[in-house]
């Protein structure tokens, strides 16, 4: 699927986002309309059991956990396609966001970082765009990272040559005072991954929410995120 283009520096003006790919697009856009359809077969499910017809309310209910399931399979595929091609020739000491839903990012992000700190690296470069691409031109990945540092106690700012581009200091960080709900060795409880409904963008309704398959499959997202970052350490 991945097709091959000339790239300048990474962390320069230059550099190609993947998240333009015809690929990528077509990915986002087969999930949000299956998205669509399983909202319109949850709604025609809710009306079937008002009027008393609880099987075929049972019936579309059980239609729309599929359409759900394939929607979610397309959006996994976007994230591990955009976030491998453009980490493909990231430094070992930064990583590109682009093209990442916010609950994606915030969950490869927090594994980045767990890494980092635990192999005493001084600084990870972040970027996350400037929000041309967001809907109303309003960055979204910006804002959730700030967050997730300062609920980690990691010190970071924008980069004075690309606004772009956040740098996380790491000088002194200890695994200590990562979240418990991040995923850190040693830890029992297992961070769950990236939850699409919770996304504003589907509208979807709390109780219907539901994960991405957790079984850490080789050629899943956890799986691609894995090797990127040990090919980024090891790369040091």
Not at 84 to 104: C, F, Q, T
Not at 200 to 224: C, E, I, R
Request: glycine share 8%; hydrophobic share 30%; aromatic share 6%.
């Amino acid at each position: 699927m991945a097709t091959t283009f000339d790239r300048g520096v990474h962390l320069g003006g230059d550099d190609y986002n993947h998240a333009t790919d015809s690929d990528y697009k077509r990915l986002r856009s087969q999930a949000d309309q299956l998205y669509q359809k399983r909202q319109k077969l949850s709604s025609q499910s809710q009306q079937a059991y008002k009027s008393g017809d609880k099987q075929k309310a049972h019936e579309l209910s059980e239609q729309a956990k599929k359409i759900l399931a394939e929607a979610e399979g397309y959006n996994r595929q976007a994230a591990e396609y955009v976030f491998r091609e453009n980490n493909a020739d990231s430094a070992g000491d930064e990583i590109d966001l682009h093209g990442l839903y916010v609950k994606e990012a915030e969950y490869i992000l927090q594994n980045r970082l767990v890494a980092a700190i635990g192999s005493n690296q001084t600084h990870l470069n972040v970027i996350v765009g400037k929000g041309l691409h967001s809907q109303g031109g309003i960055a979204k990945l910006k804002p959730a990272i700030d967050q997730l540092c300062d609920e980690s106690g990691l010190r970071h700012r924008i980069d004075s040559k690309n606004t772009g581009v956040l740098i996380i200091d790491l000088q002194g960080a200890q695994l200590s005072q990562i979240p418990h709900k991040w995923t850190v060795p040693g830890n029992n409880q297992q961070q769950q991954q990236p939850q699409y409904q919770q996304q504003p963008h589907y509208q979807q309704q709390p109780q219907q929410q539901q994960q991405y398959n957790n079984n850490n499959d080789s050629n899943g997202l956890v799986g691609v995120l894995v090797k990127l970052l040990c090919s980024c350490i090891n790369s040091k």
